[in-house]
């Protein structure tokens, strides 16, 4: 972990639920939200990543990490695990992080492939959110909701189209619960990463040609490298935190400069022959039976 640049206290007595709190940017998230303080409720479909991340929050700080196993995408479960979280006490903040992407001719897609990732990020992402705000409405209580997107929001991407049109519609839920609910004092704000390299998603993601400088290659950043957990967590820490009750509404771009100077999505992908698609997508089948095999092997 980077060295932070806020106090140790500054989530002390929070409460925030994490989605896909197992693994990934989610992980690194609820780590640095539990070092500051935070109670983190660990939320992802898979229980064994879950209860691993919650033995490291308990490293961290102890009894910071509360794993449970919820399905986003379902309404019901997703308002079953809020009560649960609150059994406790109120939640403080949301940090919506579930989601799920892959590299593919858009042409290629069935209504399966299609569904598997815009429900989790489109539908995930407004069931957690309404859960929370509708219970902070009902008792009268501020809330923070992060959502995490990518700069895709305002460009789109060739080849990860439901991704990306998944992540703009909560780029506009952001935008418009902000307006909504600011008389509540519920703020809603969004950070898009760059390329940020982390477990199995890279291996989906990446093209596997140095050839071709896309979305997940460091050349095509001014900051000339990629981007780390710990720098979108700091940012995450601080939209939560009581420092900045004034700003809603808000995606905030941190990929070293890559929107601005591009290429920062996978239109040079177009590039690939039928056979660099079959060979792309074995691997990350490869990637994603192996991921599998590593879980049940721990």
């Not at 972990?1 to 806020?6: C, L, R, V, Y």
């Not at 704000?189 to 477990?199: H, Y």
């Not at 996978?266 to 990637?287: I, M, N, T, V, Y």
Request: hydrophobic letters at 45%.
């Amino acid at each position: 972990m980077s060295t932070s640049p806020f106090r140790a206290d500054l989530l002390a007595g929070s409460r925030i639920v994490v989605t896909g709190g197992g693994s990934g940017l989610g992980r690194a998230i609820a780590g640095v939200l539990a070092a500051h303080g935070a109670t983190v409720h660990l939320w992802g479909r898979r229980p064994d990543p879950l209860a691993d991340a919650a033995m490291e929050l308990d490293r961290i700080r102890p009894g910071s990490g509360v794993p449970r196993s919820v399905d986003v995408r379902d309404a019901a479960a997703v308002e079953q695990a809020m009560d649960a979280a609150w059994a406790d006490g109120p939640l403080t903040g949301v940090v919506n992080g579930a989601a799920g992407n892959f590299l593919a001719p858009t042409a290629t897609l069935s209504p399966r492939a299609y569904e598997a990732v815009t429900s989790t990020v489109m539908d995930g992402s407004y069931f957690v959110t309404h859960a929370a705000g509708t219970r902070w409405i009902a008792a009268g209580l501020a809330g923070s909701v992060v959502s995490l997107l990518t700069t895709w929001v305002w460009t789109g991407s060739a080849f990860v189209v439901p991704s990306a049109m998944a992540k703009a519609a909560v780029h506009a839920m952001t935008m418009s619960l902000a307006a909504e609910w600011a008389p509540h004092r519920i703020r809603l704000n969004a950070v898009a990463p760059g390329p940020i390299r982390t477990d199995y998603a890279w291996d989906v993601l990446d093209a596997g040609r140095d050839d071709l400088v896309g979305a997940t290659d460091p050349r095509g950043v001014p900051a000339g490298r990629l981007g780390t957990p710990d720098e979108v967590a700091h940012l995450v820490t601080f939209l939560l935190s009581d420092a900045c009750e004034y700003l809603t509404g808000e995606t905030i771009a941190m990929d070293g400069g890559q929107r601005l100077a591009g290429p920062g999505t996978f239109a040079a992908l177009g590039a690939l022959s039928a056979e660099d698609w079959a060979g792309l997508q074995a691997r990350a089948r490869a990637a994603s039976e192996a991921s599998k095999a590593q879980r049940r092997a721990e």
